[in-house]
């Protein structure tokens, strides 16, 4: 009922959204991040994501089976994200959950994105026309 | 002893190579790892955070090393 998946080629989206489908589920909720085409004003041009694979795959089975031990009625969780270039408008990650009802999926789907940002082992860098940073890595 | 590092991001472009062997005390920490790749690699200590990783797990300040464990630095994680 979890499904992990770190992903060098395009993200499906759909197959993702139907992985969590379930007899018992009421609700899917999804989030997915895309690249966005400027960043704190500068126009961002790729951006390259850099993951520890096996870091990265473990803490994110971790971050969902957290997320369903604080919300037991979860019925499947799917968490794919990609690595390598990426484009203005691709699709980064895709978070999807299935509940009997609407207002845990979007909890559980909340928590699951918002705890993969602070511990789950992947590096964005972004690219602009006139250099280059590593999101987040200097105060 | 002697310990593999594996450096991703940030830290890899600052050590300059993907992973680094290091000398150290046996038992050494995670705390003590950091505090002398610091003095090896001053720009290390300019991050917003760096972490050491353990078999996968993010190890506690105090957590002695071994040479058989998969050693990693984990500078500020960025996905989603």
Request: charged content about 20%; glycine content about 6%; some cysteine.
């Amino acid at each position: 009922m979890i499904h992990i998946d770190l992903t060098d080629q395009p993200i499906a989206v759909a197959d993702a959204l139907r992985s969590v489908e379930a007899d018992g589920a009421g609700a899917i909720n999804t989030f997915i991040g895309t690249v966005r085409n400027q960043s704190t004003g500068r126009a961002v041009i790729r951006l390259e994501y850099e993951a520890y694979d096996s870091m990265a795959l473990h803490q994110l089975r971790k971050v969902a089976e957290q997320a369903v031990a604080q919300w037991p009625m979860l019925q499947k969780v799917t968490v794919i994200h990609r690595k390598g270039t990426l484009h203005i408008g691709d699709v980064a990650v895709v978070v999807a959950v299935s509940t009997p009802h609407r207002a845990e999926s979007f909890a559980a789907c909340q928590y699951i994105i918002d705890t993969l940002k602070q511990v789950v082992t992947i590096w964005k860098k972004e690219f602009y026309q006139d250099g280059d940073v590593w999101v987040a890595a200097h105060p | 002893m002697r310990l593999n590092i594996a450096l991703f991001g940030v830290a890899r472009e600052i050590v300059g190579q993907p992973t680094l062997e290091i000398e150290t005390a046996a038992g050494q920490s995670a705390r003590g790892l950091l505090s002398e790749l610091h003095a090896r690699y001053p720009a290390l200590a300019a991050l917003s955070s760096l972490a050491v990783a353990v078999n996968n797990e993010y190890a506690a300040d105090d957590a002695p090393l071994h040479e058989r464990d998969e050693i990693a630095l984990i500078p500020p994680v960025s996905g989603g």
